[in-house]
């Protein structure tokens, strides 16, 4: 664990009393004005928060955990969410949870917040641009952090989460397998790790089949159910138009699904679709969705485990832990019908 | 707002300095422990809780506004975050959330938690069987509350919520306008408000019409799309077999469509089913849920709106404030077949 920022460090650099830097913080007038502006510049530079918890509870834990996530709408979250809360529980951590939407600067107040509160540790799903500056600034704090769902390039946290370029592999091949050649891929985008590792895997399973990979049979973008459900009008007028979609996750899946229905098609008649995730709807879903388990319970038991462990100064993994997705065949795909 | 209980009031009690008082919650040893034990134990028994942040930084707020609901894996609660979040964003306030599962004592250890933290105010779906003094809790600790979703007795606390058996009446109003006569209720408990209200809606409506109210027609407990996907079958199975289901909320009435459909039949030729909420997947489902919009953003907004006055020592409205429901009609429901 990073070692932690000490009154005393800021004391010695500035030469004057740790007494003196703890009443600059905290803005007592007992300290005149230009220390105060010096202790708290000088403070801010090396990236030391002022813990009011820790201050007058020197030996104990908060017991808080933070979680900050883009968005909790997304069941995929909600899933990992009650598997960390399980988790946490049983150490007895009370959790308190955010949405940073993707704003670096939201998540970085959420981060500041926490440490204000002397929070114990915190899980991140970092935001979109997250840099790397962001989780060490907890770190550095005796914050220790744990990323799920996506890594940050330039930190060693224990990160968890599927293997996305494998999973969506895995559902490619078996579009191949049954026959299909013309295949789609629909949602996610470039700018996020997961977003380029998923369609990646689709490119090289296209590749090692020795189909053409086609840049206009890539709807990017669609993250959400409706979303996916607009898209099923830009699928439909793809050109030499495909027979099957891989799909970002299973809210596209099922929107697309959905939206290709209302438009009088059969789903693993006419077209084939795979999802992403295996969200407890995917098997509800009619038909039943074709889709990739994503370990999403795993991802966040493990996460959640790895902190206890850290804020417990119990060794721990670091860096980037995969998860391997499986995947699970269900009503939404089938052989194509005979080339028209 | 409740006046907050202070150090003095402590002091003067037992007859001891407000310093001492201030130490002895603070487990100073510069104060004999049976004086600490005694303060600690009176203050326990008129509710009072120590506010490390208010006690350091007495001049200002701590930013912070806690949330908590029964589960966030429900979109229902999740919309209604959105709005609250929107809001809480633009007077600058962090939000911190937590579930309680319908755990009063989930949902206390959260209370006392945000205390703790000197969070300004709190937001609560409550826990079912919350006593009023939980929330009176919050209030006596200068900690502002407001309900949503569901109301408690004996508290004057603002609650936003839908008028829930004026929504399901018209649904169920709606069905009978369009010749069904045998209409089941189907999903939610009378251990809630909310579930109460719901189907009294139902069976007012049905009394209204002169039609027969049968308890063995009413299948109560589904609340999510799973439970709903499951319950098909039950509802397959009613005695003089229903042509209408009126559902406690989309996801119930969503699941059940899945669910008749597996089995062979049409909605809405072959059954007509409402939902309750007005989701945003409501509309993409197939075929498109008729429902009653519910006001969830609404609700956030109005909840984050009063919370933030009351903060501000602003007047507001106290108790129960009922939205106006609206019926959403689309596709799921249609004229019976003719009697078999």
Redesign the interface.
């Known amino acids: 664990m990073a070692q932690k920022i000490k009154l005393s460090t800021i004391a010695e650099a500035l030469g004057v009393s740790t007494a003196t830097v703890s009443l600059a913080l ?1 803005d007592s007038p007992l300290v005149a004005e230009t220390t105060r502006e010096r202790v708290k510049a000088y403070a801010r530079e090396i990236g030391y928060i002022y813990n ?2 820790a ?3 020197r030996t104990s834990r908060s ?2 955990v933070g979680v900050v996530v883009h968005d ?2 997304n ?1 995929f979250f ?2 990992i ?2 598997s960390i ?1 399980s988790e946490l529980d049983r150490s007895k951590q ?6 940073h939407y993707d704003s670096v600067e939201k998540q970085r ?2 981060i500041e ?1 926490l440490l204000q ?1 002397g929070a114990d540790g915190v899980i991140m799903s970092p935001a979109i641009g997250t840099p790397a500056e962001d989780i060490k600034l907890a770190e550095r704090n005796a914050m220790p952090a744990v990323l799920i769902a996506r890594s940050v390039d330039g930190v060693s946290t224990p990160s968890f989460r599927g293997d996305d370029s494998f999973g969506t592999g895995l559902a490619t091949d078996h579009l191949i397998e049954l026959g299909h050649k013309r295949i789609a891929h629909i949602g996610g985008t470039d700018q996020t790790s997961t977003g380029r590792d998923r369609y990646a895997g689709y490119r090289q399973a296209m590749d090692r089949a020795g189909l053409k990979v086609r840049e206009d049979w890539r709807i990017s973008g669609p993250r959400t ?2 979303a996916g ?1 607009e898209a099923a009008e830009a699928f439909l007028n793809l050109p030499d138009r495909p027979t099957a979609a891989v799909c970002w996750n299973d809210l596209v899946a099922i ?1 697309l699904m ?1 939206g290709l ?2 438009s009088g098609y059969s789903i693993g008649e006419d077209f084939s679709v795979t999802g992403y995730d295996d969200l ?2 995917a098997a ?3 038909p039943a969705l074709t889709t990739v388990w994503n370990g999403q319970r795993e991802v966040g038991r493990m996460a959640a485990k790895t902190l206890v462990a850290r804020i417990n100064e119990h060794p721990t993994v670091t860096g980037l832990q995969l998860i391997s997705p499986e995947l699970h065949v269900r009503k939404s795909t089938a052989a194509p019908k005979p080339d028209r």
Chains 1, 2 share one sequence.
């Open positions: 905290r009011r918890r201050a007058s509870l017991g808080i909790i709408m069941p909600a899933e969410l009650k809360e009370t959790f308190i949870l955010s949405n107040d959420f917040t509160l159910k409706l459900f929107g959905n229905i209302r407890q709807e509800i879903a009619t």
